[in-house]
């Protein structure tokens, strides 16, 4: 079986300011690994993923998260946030040999930018 | 337009009244899965289904049932709701195992 820990329930920001998101994760076998980013009133959005190679991960709207196999994290980016990233980010993993695409989420982390 | 609809958005119900809520996609995704989320839990995943006929539990599935009769439509169905089950519920598709979810926009239950 697997967890995720999302360490922030909350994190506010000032506008333009850097951020990091983290995320922790256990589990018996190797991982997928993701982050989906939910704004109000809407449905989750993937935002990126690592299933292999190059640990550093680009995703959408300027973010990136770096996979971290020794301290099983995979956390989350952005070097200057805007207003528009106000939105709640979940961390979710799959093993690798799923059949059934059983993603396992955080509780999430809700980003506050604040101008 | 690639999306996964579901309907109602919103829904008050009463203990024990049966309810459905739809849910389609139009990207003919084979595999199909339920979530419910609430606060500080994150999703879990209700129900799942691979393909057409074929649906497996996830890890909350008690007081649900699901059919898939059809690729894109994926019902929940909860025969007899109650009030543990007010909760914000998704439904989301995707070309398979470990491929990333599309989701809809949501159902917000609440039974009173």
């Known amino acids: 079986a697997q967890s995720v820990t999302q360490l922030d329930s909350q994190v506010p920001v000032f506008e333009e300011a850097p951020v990091e998101l983290r995320c922790n994760y256990s589990?018996?076998?190797?991982?997928?690994l993701f982050w989906y980013v939910q704004y109000p009133n809407q449905g989750l959005q993937l935002l990126l993923k690592?299933?292999?190679?190059?640990?550093l991960v680009k995703g959408i709207n300027g973010f990136e998260a770096e996979f971290n196999k020794s301290q099983t994290s995979f956390h989350l980016r952005k070097p200057s946030v805007h207003i528009s990233d106000t939105a709640e980010y979940f961390c979710?993993?799959?093993?690798?040999?799923?059949?059934?695409?059983?993603?396992?989420f955080g509780g999430g982390t809700r980003l506050m930018v604040k101008p | 337009e690639a999306q996964v609809t579901q309907n109602p958005r919103y829904l008050i119900t009463v203990t024990g009244k049966k309810l459905t809520v739809t849910c389609s996609q139009n990207?003919?995704?084979?595999?199909m899965s339920w979530y419910r989320q609430d606060p500080g839990l994150g999703l879990r995943q209700i129900y799942y289904?691979?393909?057409?006929?074929?649906?497996d539990k996830g890890d909350v599935p008690e007081g649900y049932k699901v059919s898939r009769k059809e690729k894109r439509n994926f019902p929940l169905i909860l025969e007899s709701p109650s009030p543990n089950q007010t909760s914000l519920y998704f439904c989301?598709?995707?070309?398979?195992?470990?491929?990333?979810?599309?989701f809809g926009n949501g159902t917000r239950l609440t039974v009173t």
């Open positions: 589990s018996s076998v190797s991982v997928y």
């Open positions: 690592y299933l292999s190679g190059s640990t």
């Open positions: 989301a598709s995707s070309t398979g195992s470990n491929s990333p979810l599309h």
């Open positions: 979710a993993v799959t093993p690798w040999n799923n059949a059934g695409n059983m993603l396992t």
């Open positions: 990207m003919n995704h084979e595999y």
């Open positions: 289904s691979m393909n057409v006929e074929v649906t």
